[in-house]
């Protein structure tokens, strides 16, 4: 079982989560997780590697064969109003009504939730240019999703999940959104986990970063101390060894050399047939996701 260091009471806590679907491998498979107040984690894995499920199950959408989910130690399938009030959430396709205003849809949501911020929704439809008379069904695909923020921010939650949230925003959009998710987060300590293929987004905004691969996180630690600890190391599996590495990942290379993924042993000088190349954020998830 994997352990996450943390400072606070846990905003949410995942234990030993099965899912699998009907004929199919595991999509997580014994996975642990826990989030801490004012956490930004970005989730990464490829196409397929189960993100949107992990969410489906952290948010109690979606049931798991075994494990225990807890939400501010309340179990999942049994928040009481006031719990799922704190809960904010930007699904990876539109679930607006599409037969509603924008104006109509955010009054309906309004009336769930007792810290409802109508001058940052106010503020949000200006500087994002969204009609309040307009149908929802006839806004572009990216006034839509501004819209779906919009509705996910406006009760200030204290734990938000974005499921690829920019996807049909425009870079300009996208940016204007973080810069609105890092003040949520400065101003409120609002835990937020954000799936995103977009490397660059999860740059500006995730201090931490979790990668899911083989129905677990494999990683999860702040992006700054990966960069400046994580190394590729290549060289003879003994050079290896004698650095006591502890591996991520092992990857063969030709005449019998082999590339690992590890953190710099602190104090260590490195053999002179060992290379150590620095790694960014694409190099890790190629070699973790």
């Known amino acids: 079982m994997t352990k996450f260091p943390h400072t606070d009471k846990p905003t949410a806590e995942m234990d030993g989560i099965q899912l699998a679907y009907p004929k199919g491998p595991a999509v997580l498979d014994g996975l642990d997780w826990q989030l801490v107040p004012g956490q930004v984690v970005g989730l990464l894995g490829r196409n397929g590697a189960g993100k949107t499920s992990l969410l489906e199950v952290l948010l109690g959408l979606r049931e798991p064969q075994a494990g225990s989910v807890r939400l501010f130690g309340q179990d999942v399938q049994r928040l009481d109003d006031a719990t799922r009030a704190r809960i904010g959430y930007v699904p990876q396709h539109n679930d607006l009504f599409d037969g509603f205003t924008a104006e109509h849809l955010l009054n309906y949501f309004r009336s769930f939730y007792p810290r409802w911020n109508q001058a940052k929704v106010d503020g949000l439809l200006s500087r994002w240019d969204i009609a309040r008379d307009k149908p929802v069904r006839k806004l572009s695909g990216g006034q839509q999703q501004r819209l779906s923020i919009i509705r996910a921010l406006a009760h200030e939650p204290d734990l938000l999940v974005l499921d690829e949230p920019v996807a049909s925003l425009d870079p300009l959009g996208r940016r204007d959104f973080l810069r609105e998710l890092v003040e ?26 979790a990668f899911l691969s083989g129905g677990r996180i494999v990683l999860q630690a702040p992006l700054d101390e990966l960069l400046e600890e994580m190394r590729l190391f290549t060289g003879s599996p003994a050079e290896l060894a004698r650095l006591g590495l502890a591996p991520l990942k092992r990857t063969p290379l030709e005449a019998g050399r082999e590339r690992v993924l590890a953190r710099l042993p602190a104090g260590r000088e490195l053999p002179a047939g060992v290379q150590a190349d620095a790694v960014n954020l694409e190099d890790l998830f190629a070699e973790l996701a």
């Open 184 to 209: 949520q987060v400065l101003d409120r300590g609002t835990t937020v986990v954000f799936s995103t293929h977009i490397l660059s987004d999860l740059e500006r905004v995730a201090f931490n970063m």
